[in-house]
Nanobody, 124 residues
């Protein structure tokens, strides 16, 4: 069974940067579509960014477009989320998720495999 493990969260000031990592336990990483979601207290889990197994045409939510960058390193079985110009509204638990290759989806129900989450807190 595939396992996902996120890291890189923390407490930072507004305007700072963080890079989240998600290590996938199996070499099948190269065949998976991957995504980052986030969930703030009292809200539903929302898509942040997603990337196909091919690595092209990533998706970004409007709230992070131009500030966040999703990337994958298939040699390291690792997904990244570079977060720049962080804002207080980016505060949330961030989850990585995986689904078999196919149409890239932004819907949480399309992803069957989830990590445990990593907390990002941005102070203003």
């Amino acid at each position: 069974q595939v396992h996902l493990s996120e890291s890189g969260g923390g407490l930072v000031q507004a305007g700072s940067s963080l890079r989240l990592s998600c290590v996938v336990s199996e070499s099948s990483f190269g065949t998976l579509n991957m995504a980052w979601f986030r969930q703030a207290p009292g809200t539903e889990r929302a898509p942040v960014a997603a990337i196909r197994w091919t690595g092209n045409s990533p998706y970004y939510s409007n709230s992070v477009k131009g500030r966040f960058t999703i990337a994958r390193d298939d040699a390291k079985n690792t997904l990244y989320l570079q977060m720049d110009s962080l804002k207080s509204e980016d505060t949330a638990v961030y989850y990585c998720a995986a689904s078999p290759a196919g149409k890239l989806s932004r819907a949480p129900e399309s992803y069957a495999i989830w990590g445990q989450g990593t907390q990002v807190t941005v102070t203003s």
